[in-house]
């Protein structure tokens, strides 16, 4: 695990951006798989902006998500496939046929699930950025999730409904994985991450055994190492 502390959000945001952007150089045809939330905004804003002045083209690469809720619509404002089109993919060159998220509006939830893990098998991801939940959970892998678990339903604890979640095991299989924290509200998982316990109970956790692991963080989120 490599452990980037920076001082604000602003600079998180840009050193995100750049390994992103570099990533992308290295490797045109890149598998990256996308996070959501408020934590990774301003990166997806700083990639547009490089994409704009030419320093990235995102023409080749395949996207995917993390994790989306269930049931929801793609037109839903909620959705992450809304969020995702509406922060990056709608503003830069990503092909929309090499656009590959979970549907969230699925009919055969274990189909699409099962689809998924095929899909990252056979096309592995070489970049996962995540971001974390306040009890430690990474994508929608919640408190009591194990490290074999895939993707698949979940009950969300934090807020009341359904998501489908690539599970752990599928995280860890990608080549690169970066966790971007912000703020006093996650320096306990980010606690939890680096200093607690290997545990379920905290999911983010087992990412310590990941060998190419990259955890930015800024200095409140950090507070508690
Ligand atoms: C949600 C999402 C996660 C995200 C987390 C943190 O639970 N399912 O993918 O990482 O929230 O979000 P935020 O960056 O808004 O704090």
Not at 54 to 70: G, R, W
Not at 102 to 125: H, Q, R
Not at 177 to 203: D, F, H, N, Q
Request: hydrophobic share 35%; proline share 3%; with cysteine.
């Amino acid at each position: 695990m490599k452990i980037i502390e920076v001082k604000n959000y602003k600079e998180l945001s840009r050193i995100a951006s750049d390994i992103i952007v570099e990533e992308i150089n290295k490797k045109p045809k890149i598998v990256i798989g996308f996070a959501t939330g408020k934590t990774p905004k301003k990166t997806y804003k700083n990639l547009v902006k490089a994409y704009k002045n030419k320093k990235v083209d995102f023409s080749k690469i395949t996207a995917l998500d993390a994790d989306e809720f269930y049931p929801i619509k793609k037109e839903n404002k909620k959705s992450y496939y809304h969020y995702l089109f509406v922060n990056l993919f709608n503003k830069v060159n990503v092909n929309k046929k090499n656009i590959f998220l979970l549907n969230g509006n699925t009919k055969d939830p274990e189909k699409e699930c099962a689809g998924y893990e095929k899909s990252i098998k056979e096309n592995p991801v070489d970049l996962q950025l995540l971001g974390i939940g306040e009890n430690g959970h990474i994508g929608f892998n919640e408190p009591g999730s194990s490290r074999n678990s895939k993707t698949r339903v979940v009950g969300l604890t934090h807020i009341k409904g359904t998501g489908i979640t690539m599970g752990i095991s599928t995280i860890m299989k990608a080549k690169k994985v970066i966790l971007l924290a912000s703020g006093k509200k996650k320096a306990k998982a980010i606690y939890g991450l680096v200093k607690g316990k290997l545990t379920e109970e905290v999911p983010a956790s087992f990412l310590r055994e990941h060998k190419d692991f990259i955890l930015i963080i800024d200095k409140k989120a950090g507070s508690l190492l």
